[in-house]
């Protein structure tokens, strides 16, 4: 199956800050989804992405499917302490489509100091 | 309450046994996946299917079995035959041909 790329592994940032984060593959993605994840939880979709060059928000949160589809990036504006916690990036498992199944990247762990 | 549940929040194991982990999900959702999750890691997918009485193996179907006899629900098997099964089990569902998954709030799997 496919692999990505995701940096930084972790984070460790002031509240108020901005935070970006990005996740990058070998091959090319039609799809890019990001999650988060609380500890001992199941993921929980943030943000969906479907076309080269889509810039998408959801409240504080932006993502950009990069232009070479091979690559995502989050940021997060003016982080807060609920915004701790652990990131994925995800795609299509293989090259027919996620609904085939996803592969994740390893996470960023976001750490906020208030 | 729409959503996915699973079952139990904790399990565990002994040596040689085989364990059944649940989920179920009153979504209407058409595929159903499962996957694993060590610490530090991604998820990594064991199983999907996309239709009832149907499913296909991931990328790390060993030592694993499931079933799909009904829509809402795909039971995960953990057999004596899977030498590291301490982990953080994770189902999910979604719409066809839909790319976006939702996630269960998982199984955390321990070996005595």
């Known amino acids: 199956g496919q692999q990505l790329n995701q940096s930084p592994q972790s984070m460790f940032i002031q509240e108020g800050e901005d935070v970006s984060m990005n996740c990058t593959s070998s091959s090319i993605f039609n799809t890019w989804l990001w999650y988060k994840q609380d500890p001992g939880e199941g993921p929980v979709l943030l943000i969906a992405l479907y076309k080269a060059g889509e810039l998408t928000s959801n409240g504080r949160l932006t993502a950009q499917f990069g232009i070479t589809r091979k690559d995502s990036f989050l940021n997060i504006s003016a982080s807060i302490p609920s915004d701790v916690g652990i990131y994925f990036c995800a795609g299509p498992l293989y090259s027919g489509g996620g609904a085939d199944g996803l592969t994740f990247g390893k996470g960023t762990h976001l750490i906020i100091q208030p | 309450d729409g959503g996915i549940t699973q079952s139990p929040k904790y399990l565990f194991r002994k040596e040689g046994q085989n364990v059944t982990l649940s989920c179920e999900q009153n979504?209407?959702?058409?595929?159903m996946y499962w996957y694993r999750q060590d610490p530090g890691q991604g998820l990594r997918l064991i199983y999907y299917?996309?239709?009832?009485?149907?499913?296909q193996k991931g990328d790390i179907a060993e030592g694993y079995s499931v079933s799909r006899e009904k829509k809402e629900s795909f039971p995960l098997t953990v057999t004596s035959a899977q030498k590291n099964p301490t982990a953080f089990y994770l189902c999910a569902s979604s719409f066809l041909p839909q790319e976006t998954q939702y996630f269960g709030p998982g199984t955390r799997l321990l070996v005595l």
């Open positions: 299917s996309q239709i009832v009485n149907d499913f």
């Open positions: 979504l209407n959702h058409d595929a």
